[in-house]
T-cell receptor, first 115, second 114 residues
Framework: NAGVTQTPKFQVLKTGQSMTLQCAQD?????MSWYRQDPGMGLRLIHY???????DQGEVPNGYNVSRSTTEDFPLRLLSAAPSQTSVYFC??????????????FGNGTRLTVT | GESVGLHLPTLSVQEGDNSIINCAYS??????FIWYKQESGKGPQFIID?????DKRQGQRVTVLLNKTVKHLSLQIAATQPGDSAVYFC?????????????FGSGTRLQVQP
């Protein structure tokens, strides 16, 4: 199993551009989520999904959209990038949303710079 | 608001010594805690977890201690090795958020001196 795969690893955008960060997992996990990590801060939850067709907002959802059309994929969309969205983005999954006492599995991140 | 935090941003230890990384949490509704290790350029990697009905849990060279009375969590690493150098995060799952999200601390950097 590859686990959680994120693409691209690095991306530079200009303010106002849009893009999609890809996330795929091959562990048949129901629960998937997106976090952002900023210097000196812990990871903050952006959006999450407890299964295909179901998504919900996390702590910092503004400026981001998500969809979950399949169990495997959970893309994160930036509709109009802003410098405040410069960050490292991590996708994470676990087997079920209700399996709260099982750990999240993280991808290796996408480093996004918005100029 | 309530949050998970860490006492020390950077911890420097000698190779072979034991390391102790501390974490304070304030959400009494949390009942599951995890320690993650993050190496440069990688995503957080699960180390060990503990439920609130336990005080101690041991893994390979690592031990997590939970003191619910003072809302304190610690990670002990025995015989610290250079490969242990990384940033360590504690995280909690609060019952009052439906346990659907983890709340992370800001991290402690462990530096192992050879």
């Amino acid at each position: 199993n590859a686990g959680v795969t994120q693409t691209p690893k690095f991306q530079v955008l200009k303010t106002g551009q849009s893009m999609t960060l890809q996330c795929a997992q091959d562990m048949n996990h129901e629960y998937m989520s997106w976090y952002r990590q900023d210097p000196g801060m812990g990871l903050r939850l952006i959006h999450y999904s407890v299964g295909a067709g179901i998504t919900d907002q996390g702590e910092v959802p503004n400026g981001y959209n998500v969809s979950r059309s399949t169990t495997e994929d959970f893309p994160l969309r930036l509709l109009s990038a802003a410098p405040s969205q410069t960050s490292v983005y991590f996708c994470a999954s676990r087997i079920r949303a209700s399996s709260y006492n099982s750990p999240l599995h993280f991808g290796n991140g996408t480093r996004l710079t918005v100029t | 608001g309530e949050s998970v935090g860490l006492h020390l941003p950077t911890l420097s230890v000698q190779e072979g010594d034991n390391s102790i990384i501390n974490c304070a949490y304030s959400n009494s509704a949390s009942d599951y805690f995890i320690w993650y290790k993050q190496e440069s350029g990688k995503g957080p990697q699960f180390i060990i977890d503990i439920r609130s009905n336990m005080d101690k849990r041991q893994g390979q060279r690592v031990t997590v201690l939970l003191n619910k009375t003072v809302k304190h969590l610690s990670l002990q690493i025995a015989a610290t090795q250079p490969g242990d150098s990384a940033v360590y995060f504690c995280a909690e799952t609060p019952r009052d958020t439906g346990r659907r999200a983890l709340t992370f601390g800001s991290g402690t950097r462990l530096q192992v001196q050879p």
